[in-house]
Each structure stands twice: as structure tokens, then as C-alpha cells.
């Protein structure tokens, strides 16, 4: 009998009471406890950072029964056990600096009922600092500090656009977490976890003795499921599963070590069996579209970023950055790395079918609000390329150019260049799923955008002019020989669209088949 899917279940306890598939990290967990004594991880959210937390917790009380079989079970001391205070931030809403300071005395008070222990100071850093002294004291061994989703609160009020909250939120919670290194002598092991890293000046100050393994290549796997992991552990659920295509749509994850697929994507997949975009129906990336709006980012520029490693590591209220706020959501994930001048580089991807699908998709229902006329407009345009007519693409463009409004480049040049229509017509395409290359390299110059479906390669272009028949896109395809690249791949097909940056929409389209 095959064990059962631990689908929605985040506590180790319960995972293995219940008889559940449970992809063993303890051999990782480890030299974890062994090595150090303050760690801080980020990873994407819904991608087993309790499960994590819960699985130190159980440890460190030292519950063997749930271990039994698991590979840290030879190498414990199970002889020892510690208090733990296990604090997530994971659930509810913190809509004020009130809020919060009511929620933490809420679960100072929890624990000061759990120890036994009466409260001794009113000041929230104070109780903290006093009750992990006096678990100590009380129990014979130091406490064990494991806090989930330390992050939540300050994201929740960035999310809704309510930054003063943000900020306030945030100095309430420094004060707290600085407790924990005046407390270095009563603590035994510390963890955070969250999907974001706040820069050390702004959240950290008083914590500066973390050890962040969010990039630390032996822990790369430590959450999430690794491709060797995934087929031993759901063995039994394999069975007429292409492989190849769940490895497409929800391996790649890379922080820099083995890839991983995300635990929410494959659960929900083994179960229905049906390839969705689980993981990313779960949220919606607003915020991050926001931002880029703001920002009046070109977005083919998504899938070409490099950013060195302080860039990638933290981020702050009022100085958010779209590349760590890109890479520390999950939307991008690391391709490569190399040693330059003294300072690591990373180049980004989008890490799997999943994510490169859903996010331009929602980018264009940002882009276009009428639902009705954004599926329309998808349906037609796959027909146009799958049927070989791309003449048709011509009263398409028009249409739903027409459809979109023009905030997304309000105020600025880049709506006078090709680069704004390059950018929305990436979207149309990359949200079909199609394989889309932006700014697709040759020996004679760059395609603004190159389509592969099947059999087929469009060539497209885009000209910038100030009145119809002023120049022609596809005159400058044929002179620099773009259709070279891609002899012997399939059809190819030479398309070039004019557009007028005043009325911004198309004067000018041409299309004709190469060779």
C-alpha cells in the first residue's frame, strides 16, 4: 500500500503520524545543528519552510519515535532534550505597529503558560529576553529559537501599499529579533526563515551574528524536492508519469547547487494528475507588476539579468529592487555564476514552464483588463501561427493594441521606440506558452523577437515610424540577413510591423516567407 500525499500538511509530526511521504533532509539537517548556531534562510514561498522549522522543532524535543529510519536518527542525542520556541508569523493579517505588539505578547504569553513561567518585565523585548533565560535556567538546557515566515508582517503592508505601516512594523520586529543576540548565551540553536531578506542596517542590525545559507551550495536542496529525491520518495506514484515534462513545468529551482522542483507544484500534480499552474494560482504577483509598471521595465529584459550577490541578498522599505524582489519570490531563480573582479555574478532565469507561462500572463492581464478580449485575441493569435497565415496577424496587432491602456509607459521615451511594443507583444506570445527570444542574437545584429512553434520560426520585427510607408521593418529583416540563422530549422517566416508612436497603434505591416 502506497503511503499518502502529504497535500496541505506542513507539520513533520503529523506528516509522520499519518503514514505520508516525507522527503528525508535530515541528513542535511545535520551538519545544520552541528556546524553553527544562527542561521536565516529565504526561499519562495510555499516551498517547505515550515515543514523545515517543524522538523527542527520535533528534534531538538527530542521526539526518536518520529524519527525512526530517517538518517539523523543514528547520530542524535536523544538523551537531550530542549525547550523550543516555535513562532510562526505565517497566518493572519498584521495591519499596524498595535497589531503587532499585541500579537507578539500573545505568544510570549503562550510560551510563559507552556514553560510554566510567570511573566517578569512589560516591555515586549524585555519578556522575550527573560523568558528565554529562565527556560534555560529552568529546564537545564538552552532554548532552541525557530521562527517561520519572520518577514510576513512587514510584506503583508508592502504588498497593500501601505509602506509607513511597513516601516513601522518593521522597527517593532528589529527591537524583538535583537533580542536574540543578547541572548547568546541561553540560546543553542536559531533559525530564521522567509521569503525575503531585509538588509542588516534596516531589520538586522542587533543580529548580525546570522549565517545566511539561502545561497550556501551544501544547503541548496534543503527545502525542496531534488530529482533523485522526487523518484525515490514517490515511487509509487510514478507510474505513467512523463517524467520529462514534470521536470519542465516544475523542476529548475537553483539556489545555487542541485536543482529542485517545487513541493507544493509536484504534490498537487501527483494527485490530480493534470499539469497546471499550481503554485502560482496560489498568489498573485501584483505587486511585483506594480513595481515593474513604476519602473516602465522592458520586460524581455526579465530573462537576461545579472546581478551580483549583495543584489540579490537583501532589499528594504522604500528601496526595493526588481531583481532580488524577482529572484527572492521564485519568479527567477539562478541560470549560472562567475568570479568577477572580486564579487560574485549571478545571470537569472525564469525557472520552469510554470512560472515563464503564468507570469507573462499576468502581466498582460495587467496590460489588458477586458478578459473577454485578452482570450479572445490569445486564441486567435495561436490560430494565426499554428495555420501558417501570419498575414492575419496583421488586424490582431491592430486589435489588441488598441485594447491595452497606456499607463504602462506613461511619462516616458521608451513609448516613442520599439521597445514598448516589442515588450507587449512578447507578453502575447510568452503567455501562449510559445518559445519566445528577445533580442535573439545573430552575426549581423539582434531579432526584436524570434517565435519557435513546431515547425514554424517567425521573424519579427519592429519600426518606430512617424507616418505610414516612412521606412519598412521588414526591408531591415532582408538586409541583415536575420533569416540566415535559422536555414534548415523549419519555415521560416519574415515579419515586419510598423507602428506610429503618436496614435500607437500599427501603419504598416508585411509578411512573406523566407527562401
Given at each position: 500500500m502506497r503511503k499518502k500525499l502529504p497535500i496541505g500538511i506542513q507539520t513533520f509530526e503529523k506528516m509522520i503520524d499519518e503514514g505520508c511521504c516525507y522527503v528525508d533532509k535530515t541528513g542535511l539537517i545535520q551538519p545544520l545543528v552541528e556546524?553553527?548556531?544562527?542561521?536565516?534562510?529565504?526561499?519562495?514561498?510555499?516551498?517547505?519552510?515550515?515543514?523545515?522549522?517543524?522538523?527542527?522543532?520535533?528534534?531538538?524535543?527530542?521526539?526518536?519515535?518520529?524519527?525512526?529510519?530517517?538518517?539523523?536518527?543514528?547520530?542524535?542525542?536523544?538523551?537531550?532534550?530542549?525547550?523550543?520556541?516555535?513562532?510562526?508569523?505565517?497566518?493572519?493579517?498584521?495591519?499596524?505597529?498595535?497589531?503587532?505588539d499585541?500579537?507578539?505578547?500573545?505568544?510570549?504569553?503562550?510560551?510563559?503558560?507552556?514553560?510554566?513561567?510567570?511573566?517578569?518585565?512589560?516591555?515586549?523585548?524585555?519578556?522575550?529576553?527573560?523568558?528565554?533565560?529562565?527556560a534555560k535556567k529552568k529546564f537545564g538546557q538552552p532554548v532552541v529559537l525557530l521562527i517561520d515566515e519572520y518577514d510576513k508582517p512587514i510584506l503583508d503592508?508592502?504588498?497593500?501599499?501601505?509602506?509607513?505601516?511597513?516601516?513601522?512594523?518593521?522597527?517593532?520586529?528589529?527591537g524583538f529579533y535583537s533580542v536574540i543576540k543578547d541572548s547568546d548565551s541561553h540560546i543553542r540553536f536559531a533559525l530564521l526563515t522567509g521569503v525575503s531578506k531585509f538588509s542588516k542596517v534596516s531589520l538586522f542590525s542587533g543580529l548580525n551574528n546570522l549565517q545566511d545559507i539561502t545561497l550556501d551550495s551544501r544547503y541548496a536542496s534543503l527545502c525542496g524536492y531534488t530529482d533523485v529525491e522526487l523518484r525515490h520518495t514517490f515511487d509509487a506514484w510514478l507510474d505513467g508519469v512523463d517524467m520529462d515534462e514534470v521536470r519542465r513545468w516544475y523542476n529548475g529551482y537553483n539556489f545555487d547547487g542541485e536543482p529542485v522542483y517545487n513541493p507544493f507544484d509536484v504534490l498537487l500534480y501527483l494527485d490530480k494528475r493534470e499539469f497546471r499552474n499550481y503554485w502560482f494560482e496560489t498568489g498573485s504577483p501584483s505587486f511585483l507588476i506594480r513595481m515593474l509598471q513604476q519602473n516602465q521595465y522592458y520586460i524581455p529584459d526579465l530573462h537576461s539579468i545579472e546581478a551580483d550577490n549583495n543584489l540579490l541578498s537583501s532589499f528594504d522599505v522604500g528601496c526595493i529592487e526588481i531583481e532580488p524582489l524577482l529572484f527572492q519570490t521564485g519568479y527567477l531563480t539562478i541560470e549560472s555564476k562567475q568570479q568577477i573582479a572580486g564579487d560574485l555574478v549571478y545571470t537569472l532565469k525564469t525557472p520552469n514552464y510554470e512560472v515563464w507561462h503564468s507570469?507573462?500572463?499576468?502581466?498582460?492581464?495587467?496590460?489588458?483588463?477586458?478578459?473577454?478580449?485578452?482570450?479572445?485575441?490569445?486564441?486567435?493569435?495561436?490560430?494565426?501561427?499554428?495555420?501558417?497565415?501570419?498575414?492575419?496577424?496583421?488586424?490582431?496587432?491592430?486589435?489588441?493594441?488598441?485594447?491595452?491602456?497606456?499607463?504602462?509607459?506613461r511619462n516616458n521615451q521608451l513609448a516613442h521606440y520599439e521597445g514598448y511594443y516589442c515588450s507587449i507583444v512578447y507578453c502575447y506570445f510568452s503567455a501562449l506558452g510559445l518559445e519566445v527570444v528577445a533580442e535573439d542574437a545573430t552575426s549581423k545584429g539582434r531579432i526584436?523577437?524570434?517565435?519557435?512553434?513546431?515547425?514554424?520560426?517567425?521573424?519579427?520585427?519592429?519600426?518606430?515610424?512617424?507616418?505610414?510607408?516612412?521606412?519598412?521593418?521588414?526591408?531591415?529583416?532582408?538586409?541583415k540577413g536575420y533569416a540566415e540563422k535559422y536555414v534548415g530549422d523549419g519555415e521560416v517566416w519574415l515579419i515586419g510591423v510598423s507602428f506610429n508612436s503618436i496614435e500607437r497603434n500599427i501603419v504598416g505591416f508585411e509578411a512573406e516567407m523566407y527562401g
Open positions: 556546524g553553527g548556531q544562527y542561521y536565516f534562510i529565504s526561499r519562495p514561498r510555499r516551498f517547505g519552510k515550515s515543514l523545515l522549522v517543524s522538523t527542527l522543532a520535533a528534534l531538538f524535543a527530542g521526539k526518536r519515535k518520529l524519527f525512526h529510519g530517517l538518517a539523523i536518527e543514528p547520530y542524535w542525542d536523544w538523551l537531550k532534550s530542549y525547550p523550543v520556541m516555535h513562532i510562526s508569523f505565517g497566518g493572519g493579517m498584521v495591519d499596524s505597529r498595535e497589531a503587532l499585541s500579537r507578539l505578547r500573545d505568544i510570549l504569553a503562550g510560551y510563559e503558560r507552556e514553560f510554566k513561567l510567570p511573566p517578569l518585565s512589560e516591555g515586549i523585548p524585555g519578556r522575550f529576553g527573560d523568558l528565554i533565560s529562565r503592508n508592502l504588498v497593500a501599499g501601505r509602506d509607513d505601516i511597513a516601516i513601522a512594523v518593521r522597527e517593532g520586529l528589529k507570469l507573462h500572463k499576468n502581466i498582460l492581464n495587467y496590460l489588458v483588463h477586458r478578459s473577454a478580449v485578452r482570450q479572445k485575441n490569445s486564441l486567435a493569435l495561436y490560430r494565426c501561427l499554428t495555420s501558417g497565415d501570419p498575414y492575419a496577424l496583421r488586424d490582431l496587432f491592430h486589435t489588441f493594441f488598441a485594447s491595452i491602456p497606456h499607463d504602462w509607459y526584436d523577437i524570434t517565435v519557435k512553434l513546431e515547425h514554424r520560426i517567425f521573424i519579427i520585427e519592429f519600426k518606430v515610424v512617424d507616418m505610414e510607408g516612412d521606412g519598412s521593418a521588414l526591408a531591415q529583416i532582408k538586409a
